[in-house]
């Protein structure tokens, strides 16, 4: 008796190629649909399912190969005398190789204009039943979803007349996999449908994009994946221009540089070193607002990581050259700025849609044994309830320094401190135990510069000696939640030097 293959898939790369060379190795090709349609147009011999099954298809294609003719064909034990028994019993053939793949359920709710019809009618039912069968089967059923592994299949088929067990264990493995996966973009998809927020059971999927050499440091293990339909404005969708491969850590400060730049409308530029700004600058041109985010800190930059919010030019690409660099992030690069950034064998330039922005609705956080999942922080100051507490109120000059404090401390890791004006950060005090310390520290690198200058705090003060170090080193105008029970004393403390404050009334923590 001829051993068998089934057939049915909505990827039809290469399937044509595999079910000859299948039938060339004397096997018998089952197959439905679209699928026999394609093979019997490149002459390929099939058997209709409902030949094997002895029953139509029904229900819109709905019902097809959910039958015991097929079923029990996939999960029999081959070499169990009872269920040989059995199977003779029934008339029921062993079906040795299996190649399926799923109803495009992810392309389909993807499309910007898809009905609830729609996408519930791409939910595959008796697909993922053949290969969930199949893989459990492995012992003795060769099941492929993945028509890359069409070639290693046919290469041991003909080299030993089998698949080696291995293989189909590794084969059997991916099919969970994918099924998983598959099942997890509709349970996603579903739950959104049904406005459930905190469900009982949540489950993830993600996408190999790259093996990394190492994560945080040279002894962790570390890989890139990304989300299927995750947002096309992220580090995971980025195009790669020039440059070596990205590293664990180029990753995390990429995507740190990038939530920062993308408050911004104007030009903009944003200097990240260990997942903290060291500088920020706006300015009329991109050119001007990067001569100010390297201005704010110039040491820092060193080694760090770069986002810009317009193309780069030839002009700033030169400035960008003269600094050890190890990315650089925008929507474009002109053709003189590339020829001047390529120079550099090692520099990462990377491209990045900035006229999409989609806002992805919840970031997950790995815990040991767990995972903690909430809601991105979008809240700008325009979702803020201000109210100015002091005598004094901010000039407009004082008010366009407070808006950039306001962004760019959303994205400092608290304990956090900005000491700036109306374009660019003058100094940071980042991930402090205590907030006079940060303050401390952004005012110690602001120098002269705080004279005049504007702070912005991520939480409120519990007391009055952040108000008062900022007083000392010359800060007109102060920003921050309120919202201690101390209040009192800080504004008491901003009347007695002059200084303007905004409470916002939101919290901005970054851990």
């Known amino acids: ?12 790369k290469g399937v044509t190629e ?24 490149s002459d390929v011999p099939v058997i209709g399912v409902s030949d094997v099954t002895g029953f139509p298809e029904i229900l819109e294609g709905r019902v097809k190969t959910l039958n015991p003719m097929i079923h029990g064909g996939l999960l ?13 019993e029934h008339q029921i053939q062993p079906i040795h190789v299996v190649c399926v793949n799923l109803y495009p359920f992810q392309q389909t709710i993807a499309k910007p204009d898809v009905t609830t019809e729609d996408a519930i009618e791409n939910i595959d039912i008796g697909g993922p039943a053949m290969l969930r069968a199949s893989a459990k089967n492995h012992e003795y059923v060769t099941v492929v979803v993945d028509p890359a592994d069409y070639e290693i299949v046919l290469a041991q088929l003909k080299d030993a007349g089998e698949v080696q067990k291995e293989t189909r264990r590794k084969l059997a493995a991916k099919v969970f ?7 997890a973009m509709i349970a996603d998809y579903m739950t959104k449908l049904a406005n459930e927020e905190a469900p009982e059971k949540l489950t993830v999927t993600y996408e190999l994009k790259q093996s990394l050499r190492y994560g945080e440091n040279p002894h962790q293990k570390a890989a890139f994946y990304r989300k299927p339909l995750g947002s096309e404005f992220s580090i995971a969708n980025a195009e790669q221009l020039h440059g070596k491969e990205l590293s664990y850590n180029n990753i995390n400060d990429a995507d740190a540089a990038l939530q920062i730049v993308k408050e911004f409308t104007e030009p ?3 200097a990240v070193k260990h997942m903290n700004p060291c500088g920020v600058g706006s300015g009329a041109t991109i050119f001007d607002a990067f001569s100010k985010a390297f201005a704010a800190d110039p040491v820092s930059i060193f080694g760090g990581i770069i986002a810009l919010n317009r193309e780069v030019d030839d002009a700033t690409a030169q400035k960008l050259y003269d600094i050890f660099l190890e990315i650089i992030i925008a929507p474009s690069f002109s053709k003189e700025a590339l020829a001047i950034l390529t120079g550099k064998k090692n520099l990462r330039l990377l ?8 806002k992805e609705e919840v970031k997950l956080t790995s815990i040991e044994g767990g995972l903690l999942i909430q809601q991105y922080d979008q809240l700008t100051l325009e979702d803020a309830e201000v109210s100015i507490p002091t005598k004094r109120e901010p000039t407009k000059e004082e008010w366009e320094a407070l808006k950039l404090g306001w962004k760019v401390v959303k994205h400092v890791k608290s304990n956090a401190i900005v000491v700036n004006n109306a374009d660019m950060t003058l100094g940071i005090g980042a991930g402090q135990m205590n907030r ?3 303050a401390k520290i952004a005012l110690d690198q602001a120098g002269e510069k705080a004279v005049g200058a504007a702070m912005a705090s991520d939480a409120f003060f519990p007391m009055d000696d952040t108000v008062e170090a900022a007083a000392k080193a010359g800060i007109t105008a ?21 200084i303007a404050m905004v409470f916002t009334g939101v919290r901005h923590f970054k851990h």
């Open 436 to 438: 006079v310390g940060a």
């Open 18 to 41: 595999f079910a000859k060379q299948l039938h060339e190795l004397g096997f018998e090709i089952i197959s439905t649909g679209g699928t026999k349609k394609a093979l019997e147009e």
């Open 268 to 270: 903009a530029a944003v």
């Open 177 to 183: 996999r994918h099924t998983a996966a598959y099942d």
């Open 478 to 498: 102060i920003i921050q939640p309120g919202g201690s029970v101390r209040d009192e004393d800080s504004i008491k403390k901003a009347d007695e030097y002059g």
């Open 1 to 12: 008796m001829k051993k068998r293959a089934l057939i049915s898939v909505s990827d039809k």
């Open 351 to 358: 491209t990045i849609p900035f006229h999409v922005q989609e």
């Open 76 to 88: 029999a034990k081959f070499g169990e005398s009872s269920h040989q028994q059995q199977m003779e």
